[in-house]
């Protein structure tokens, strides 16, 4: 199947600085991705659609301006948490569709840890 | 609006043993239904999908799942569980007509535990 891959796999910030988390399609294009928030122990929470080369879509309730996502190119979408708090401690996870597949498939990221000290 | 529902939250079953994890769906037309397996710590990792065809769908890892209209369910089912498939189970419904640009809905996760 296809790869989806997220860099980095944990990441510690300090509060009130921003961090980026990367996400790659390896072996197909991906002109949509997906950003999911989980809190431990939870489901997962659709946070954004990104689009390529257009704004992303928000999911009610959250912060555009603080989950800043970029989607500069057919196999790459950024989520920066800009100004992080403690309370944006999370497991981000990223997918992306695969149209090449019958029943175009998601495919998820390996999740990107995010603890803001 | 599409949502699915996962009845047990843990499940707990002996090496050896049949697994069944159930799942609910609610949806206005046909849907295309999902189970996804999440170890601890790491991402998620689709385990079979149903999209309309057959209603018995296989998946990895001896994994398979049916498709019951009549009923709206999409229970996983495994004949014999071994230790490797102890992790979080996610029922997923597509929101929409199953397009991949549709955003999945999740169900809130079963974690199965597997006694030796």
């Known amino acids: 199947g296809a790869v989806v891959s997220q860099h980095p796999s944990r990441v510690i910030c300090k509060s009130g600085t921003s961090v980026k988390i990367e996400c790659r399609s390896l072996?197909?294009?991906?002109?949509?991705m997906f950003w999911y928030r989980q809190f431990p122990k939870k489901s997962l929470m659709l946070m954004a659609t990104s689009n390529e080369g257009s704004k992303a879509t928000y999911e009610q309730g959250v912060e555009k301006d603080k989950f800043l996502i970029n989607h500069a190119s057919l196999t790459l979408s950024t989520l920066t948490v800009t100004s992080a708090h403690p309370e944006d401690s999370s497991f981000y996870i990223c997918?992306?569709?695969?149209?090449?597949?019958?029943?175009?498939?998601?495919?998820f990221g390996e999740g990107s840890w995010l603890t803001v000290v | 609006a599409q949502s699915v529902t996962q009845l047990d939250s843990h499940v707990s079953v002996s090496e050896g043993t049949p697994v069944l994890l159930r799942c609910n769906y609610s949806?206005?037309?046909?849907?295309?239904l999902f189970w996804y397996v999440q170890h601890p710590n790491k991402g998620l990792q689709l385990l079979l999908k149903y999209t309309s065809a057959a209603t018995l769908v296989k998946g990895i890892n001896g994994f398979e799942a049916e498709f019951k209209k009549s009923e709206t369910s999409f229970h996983l089912t495994k004949p014999s569980a071994h230790m490797s498939d102890a992790a979080e189970y996610f029922c997923v419904v597509s929101d929409g007509y199953g397009g991949a640009t549709n955003k999945l809905i999740f169900g809130t996760g079963t974690l199965l535990a597997v006694q030796p």
């Open positions: 072996d197909f294009q991906a002109t949509t």
């Open positions: 997918s992306a569709p695969d149209f090449r597949e019958t029943g175009n498939t998601i495919y």
């Open positions: 949806s206005s037309y046909s849907p295309s």
